[in-house]
């Protein structure tokens, strides 16, 4: 940090959005809300807003990318705009966005020359695996199985191995049918005998050995029926009935070059030269890459052949 400058965090998000600015895509981001869960992790979720939140929003509006926060968790949003055919991927480093109904995540690690490598999953060709397709309802499972954001121990006990061998059979599929389709009267019934038959795949030896230890350990409150909704029926923004045909069509627009140039003399401590020379080196083909996205906008076949 002693050679970043001033707010070297605030730098570095910076730099990112930079990077996201000469990518020919535009960037909607969206913020957790006051209703997300109060527990992930075992942990207590932090009620304030992050201390770089309002000085990011800033910036998001001088890059001109836009920006929401959502009435309970971002990424629960992000699916909801997904399967409302308003984004084209979900950017973010938690797979229970693929959970939430996002049919495309992305995740970006970074390269040591300021650019990012991306790895893309796409929710029908994880569906459609030869070995084990992993389906909403096998997601589900694993969840519960390995643990998550709302349950970090997962089944106490149930290793990797295990887990994946579970999720070969019918359970996966019979406990989304249960979840799902049951009236509220049925439920205790039908999750007591989903129960039984997890017990009996796991002592009967189809899955090539016995868990005896494991089944004798499997809680009778297993597997936790809030703990699956929060999974399956996250809040969001539209919960309670908001029309989604309000919905923004996010288009990119031109960054507002002078006010970025304010915002690094008065955030970052940066001279002027440092400044001209940021943007002639960096911004510059941002700003072009935006130019271009506004074409592709307005002219969508311009560049097919």
Not at 28 to 50: L, M, N, W, Y
Not at 90 to 97: G, I, R
Not at 101 to 123: R, S
Request: charged share 15%; hydrophobic share 40%.
């Amino acid at each position: 940090h002693a050679q970043s400058g001033e707010n070297p965090e605030l730098q570095t998000l910076m730099y990112k959005l930079v990077t996201l600015a000469n990518a020919p895509v535009h960037t909607h981001f969206v913020f957790d809300g006051e209703d997300r869960p109060t527990i992930k992790r075992s942990k207590q979720v932090q009620s304030a807003p992050h201390w770089l939140t309002r000085s990011l929003q800033e910036l998001l509006q001088i890059f001109r990318f836009t920006w929401a926060t959502a009435k309970g968790e971002a990424k629960a949003d992000l699916a909801f705009l997904l399967k409302a055919g308003k984004i084209g991927a979900v950017l973010t480093e938690d797979s229970n966005a693929l959970l939430f109904g996002a049919e495309k995540v992305l995740h970006l690690m970074d390269n040591e020359d300021g650019t990012f490598l991306v790895d893309a999953y796409c929710a029908e060709a994880l569906s459609n695996d030869p070995t084990i397709p992993l389906t909403t309802s096998c997601l589900l499972l694993w969840a519960m199985l390995r643990g998550g954001d709302y349950n970090p121990r997962g089944l106490s006990g149930c290793g990797g191995q295990v887990s994946r061998a579970l999720l070969a059979g019918d359970l996966s599929d019979l406990l989304m049918q249960v979840v799902t389709s049951v009236a509220p009267a049925q439920l205790p019934g039908m999750l007591e005998t989903w129960h039984d038959h997890l017990r009996t795949v796991l002592v009967d030896g189809t899955l090539g050995r016995k868990y005896l230890t494991l089944t004798a350990s499997i809680p009778a409150e297993f597997p936790s029926v809030e703990i699956m909704r929060l999974y399956l029926h996250p809040v969001t923004t539209w919960t309670d009935g908001a029309s989604s045909s309000l919905l923004l069509q996010f288009n990119p627009t031109q960054p507002n070059i002078a006010h970025l140039a304010a915002f690094c003399q008065a955030h970052l401590g940066w001279m002027r030269p440092k400044i001209h020379k940021y943007l002639r080196n960096h911004f510059w083909s941002a700003a072009c890459m935006r130019a271009l996205c506004q074409v592709g906008l307005f002219y969508p076949y311009c560049c097919q052949h």
